[in-house]
C-alpha cells in the first residue's frame, strides 16, 4: 500500500543551525510531493512543493530535495529561528492516479536556545 | 492567510448526539476535504469533494457524512457520536487544476464523552 512517512519524531536543533527534516515514500508513482508545517493548535501551512522531475527546489530559508532512487524526500531550513518550532509533516500524491494528496506522520522540531 | 474557516473550534458532546462541523471557504475553490488528526500524527482523508453536488469517501473509514450544496460550504456530521470519534477535524480547500497546495481551517477538536 501507500504510505508516506519520517525516520525521526522529534528533532531537536540549536537556534542558529539548520535544521534537516527527512521523509521516505513507497510509491514510485508520486510524482509530486509537498512540505506543510503545523504549529500549535492551527492547520497545517504549505510551506514549498517539489515535482519528480526535478532534484532540488529553494526558497526563502528552505529547501527540498528529492532523491528518486531512494525515494526520499528532505526540507532543509537554514539558520532555524524559534518560530521554526512546529510539526513538519511531508506529503505526496500521484497526479496519474486521482487528486488525493497523502500526509506522513510528522516531525516535531524543537528548537534549543 | 487562507480564507477558511472552522466552526466551532471545540466541541464536547455526549455520546450518541448527533452533531456538525462547518466549514466554509471565501476563496472560489471547487476542491474541499476533510481530514482526522489524532495529536502529532498524519491526517487522514476522510472525505473530499470536486465541487457542487461531488462528494467522495477518502481512505479512512468514518461513520461521518457531508454534503456539498454550495461551493463554499462543506459541513460533515455525525449522527451519532461516540468515543472513537474524539479527535481533531481539518477542513481544508483547493483550486483546481491540480489542487496540490492545501489551504487549512484552524481545526475542529471533538471530544465525545
Known amino acids: 500500500g501507500e504510505s508516506v512517512g519520517l525516520h525521526l519524531p522529534t528533532l531537536s536543533v540549536q537556534e542558529g543551525d539548520n535544521s534537516i527534516i527527512n521523509c521516505a515514500y513507497s510509491?514510485?508513482?508520486?510524482?509530486?510531493f509537498i512540505w506543510y508545517k503545523q504549529e500549535s493548535g492551527k492547520g497545517p501551512q504549505f510551506i514549498i512543493d517539489?515535482?519528480?522531475?526535478?532534484d532540488k527546489r529553494q526558497g526563502q530559508r528552505v529547501t527540498v530535495l528529492l532523491n528518486k532512487t531512494v525515494k526520499h524526500l528532505s526540507l532543509q531550513i537554514a539558520a532555524t529561528q524559534p518560530g521554526d518550532s512546529a510539526v513538519y509533516f511531508c506529503a505526496e500524491k500521484n497526479s496519474g492516479r486521482d487528486d488525493k494528496i497523502i500526509f506522513g506522520k510528522g516531525t516535531r522540531l524543537h528548537i534549543l536556545p | 492567510e487562507a480564507d477558511i474557516y472552522q466552526t466551532p473550534r471545540y466541541l464536547v458532546i455526549g455520546t450518541g448526539k448527533k452533531i456538525t462541523l462547518e466549514c466554509s471557504q471565501t476563496?472560489?475553490?471547487?476542491?474541499m476535504y476533510w481530514y482526522q488528526q489524532d495529536p502529532g500524527m498524519e491526517l487522514h482523508l476522510i472525505h473530499y469533494?470536486?465541487?457542487?453536488?461531488?462528494?467522495e469517501k477518502g481512505d479512512l473509514s468514518s461513520e461521518s457524512t457531508v454534503s456539498r450544496i454550495r461551493t463554499e460550504h462543506f459541513p460533515l456530521t455525525l449522527e451519532s457520536a461516540r468515543p472513537s470519534h474524539t479527535s481533531q477535524y481539518l477542513c481544508a480547500s483547493s483550486a483546481r487544476p491540480g489542487g496540490e497546495k492545501l489551504f487549512f481551517g484552524s481545526g475542529t477538536q471533538l471530544s465525545v464523552l
Open positions: 476563496m472560489g475553490h471547487d476542491k
Open positions: 469533494s470536486y465541487g457542487v453536488n461531488s462528494t
Open positions: 510509491n514510485s508513482a508520486s510524482d509530486y
Open positions: 517539489i515535482r519528480s522531475n526535478m
